[in-house]
């Protein structure tokens, strides 16, 4: 369907008005009034767009400002924002790519971080069996810190399991858990530990629960030094410094807002039907469901959510997105739909 605005909480399709639990706003930042007066006056100060390289001899204070402010909020050695996640992805494949490390991958990565020639984690729910073997070699491991079609964070206690022959990189996408998931919604990156990894690599979209334009990478200061060097990056616009700026000016109204999505978050689930088959956990704003008349159920009672085709899925994904910006009567009209639904699947 083609709406003619941003939908918040509401949406209006065909000039009738619904309530809207899709997208990936967690925390309704796009369309907040404090959040949008912020952008503008960082718009006006950084201009609309800066479409030149990083490598340029101009070169925007900004850049260094918000790569230390993440760096830190994330807690990695350094960090480096792209023009978007997905391209934050292919520079780590691609440099990753150009040494002698083997690739693997956890069932239904996401494609921006899906090697060309990797195999999967496991097979038949075992690991891999060459990850158990004592031949000494550098492999890559990457990986969802939130997998499509969960809500529960990924558990990475099988790095316990590699053989200690093997030199390990973790490559972990964090476009659906930085905001929202860790110790102070700042991510899973620094929570995984293993004395046989080498190296910790995060990548994630800036435009999920931040409502940013652009993507990043964190890792230690060597490998954030060798990135800026890529061809790729070299010759790729920046991220927008506008919406950096905001980012960086927005830190109180960003807590408030993470504060807001946890309340929404244990007023619905208090009392949604915990014996239906819908996925979800308490502590996470997406509730999935794989019976694809869930989408046509809601609608019916003024609900739209999102559902469309997602890579590595068979069929339609249909996502129920708890936001920030819900109020309790639209959380207790959704509570109450589903409830009555109990037959969901």
Same mark, same amino acid.
């Given at each position: 369907?083609?709406?003619?605005?941003?939908? !918040?909480?509401?949406?209006?399709?065909? @000039?009738?008005?619904?309530?809207?639990? @899709?997208?990936?706003?967690?925390?309704?930042?796009?369309?907040?009034?404090?959040?949008?007066?912020?952008?503008?006056?960082?718009?006006?100060?950084?201009?609309?767009?800066?479409?030149?390289?990083?490598?340029?001899?101009?070169?925007?204070?900004?850049?260094?400002?918000?790569? %230390?402010?993440? #760096?830190?909020?994330?807690?990695?050695?350094?960090?480096?924002?792209?023009?978007?996640?997905?391209?934050?992805?292919?520079?780590?494949?691609?440099?990753?790519?150009?040494?002698?490390?083997?690739?693997?991958?956890? /069932?239904?990565?996401? /494609?921006?971080?899906? @090697?060309? =020639?990797?195999?999967?984690?496991?097979?038949?729910?075992?690991?891999?069996? =060459?990850?158990?073997?004592?031949?000494?070699?550098?492999?890559?491991?990457? #990986? *969802?810190?939130?997998?499509?079609?969960?809500?529960? /964070?990924?558990?990475?206690?099988?790095?316990?399991?590699?053989?200690?022959?093997?030199?390990?990189?973790?490559?972990?996408? %964090?476009?659906?858990?930085?905001?929202?998931?860790?110790?102070? #919604?700042?991510?899973?990156?620094?929570?995984?530990?293993?004395?046989?990894?080498?190296?910790?690599?995060?990548?994630?979209?800036?435009?999920? #629960?931040?409502?940013?334009? @652009?993507?990043?990478?964190?890792?230690?200061?060597?490998?954030?030094?060798?990135?800026?060097?890529?061809?790729?990056?070299?010759?790729?616009?920046?991220?927008?410094?506008?919406?950096?700026?905001?980012?960086?000016?927005?830190?109180?109204?960003?807590?408030?807002?993470?504060?807001?999505?946890?309340?929404?978050? *244990?007023?619905?689930?208090?009392?949604?039907?915990?014996?239906?088959?819908?996925?979800?956990?308490?502590?996470?704003?997406?509730?999935?469901?794989?019976?694809?008349?869930?989408?046509?159920?809601?609608? %019916?009672?003024?609900?739209?959510?999102?559902?469309?085709?997602?890579?590595?899925?068979?069929?339609?994904?249909?996502?129920?997105?708890?936001?920030?910006?819900?109020?309790?009567?639209?959380?207790?009209?959704?509570? =109450?739909?589903?409830?009555?639904?109990? !037959?969901?699947?």
């Amino acid at each position: 369907m083609i709406v003619e605005h941003f939908p !918040d909480r509401t949406i209006k399709v065909e @000039g009738k008005t619904y309530l809207y639990f @899709g997208g990936t706003a967690y925390l309704g930042l796009p369309t907040h009034k404090l959040f949008q007066k912020k952008l503008i006056q960082s718009i006006t100060k950084w201009g609309s767009f800066y479409g030149s390289s990083r490598s340029s001899n101009i070169k925007l204070s900004i850049f260094n400002k918000a790569e %230390e402010f993440f #760096a830190k909020q994330i807690g990695a050695e350094a960090s480096l924002t792209t023009s978007s996640g997905t391209l934050a992805g292919k520079l780590v494949l691609d440099c990753l790519s150009k040494t002698n490390a083997i690739f693997y991958h956890y /069932p239904k990565t996401h /494609p921006a971080i899906l @090697g060309t =020639n990797s195999s999967p984690l496991f097979i038949k729910g075992k690991l891999h069996p =060459n990850l158990l073997n004592d031949n000494k070699e550098n492999i890559v491991i990457t #990986a *969802d810190a939130v997998l499509a079609l969960e809500v529960e /964070p990924t558990s990475f206690s099988f790095l316990e399991q590699i053989s200690k022959q093997k030199n390990i990189t973790l490559l972990l996408d %964090e476009s659906h858990s930085l905001g929202i998931v860790g110790k102070e #919604a700042k991510g899973l990156f620094n929570t995984i530990s293993n004395k046989y990894l080498v190296r910790k690599i995060m990548v994630s979209s800036l435009g999920k #629960a931040l409502g940013l334009s @652009g993507g990043i990478i964190a890792s230690d200061k060597d490998f954030i030094e060798s990135m800026k060097s890529e061809t790729l990056f070299v010759s790729s616009s920046c991220a927008n410094p506008g919406y950096l700026e905001a980012y960086l000016q927005s830190q109180s109204l960003i807590k408030e807002q993470q504060q807001k999505l946890k309340e929404n978050l *244990d007023f619905l689930f208090n009392e949604l039907n915990s014996e239906s088959t819908l996925k979800f956990n308490k502590n996470y704003p997406v509730i999935y469901c794989e019976n694809e008349n869930i989408y046509d159920y809601l609608f %019916e009672h003024k609900i739209i959510i999102s559902n469309f085709k997602y890579p590595n899925y068979k069929g339609l994904m249909s996502r129920i997105v708890v936001t920030a910006n819900h109020t309790k009567s639209d959380l207790q009209m959704l509570q =109450n739909v589903l409830n009555k639904k109990k !037959d969901a699947k």
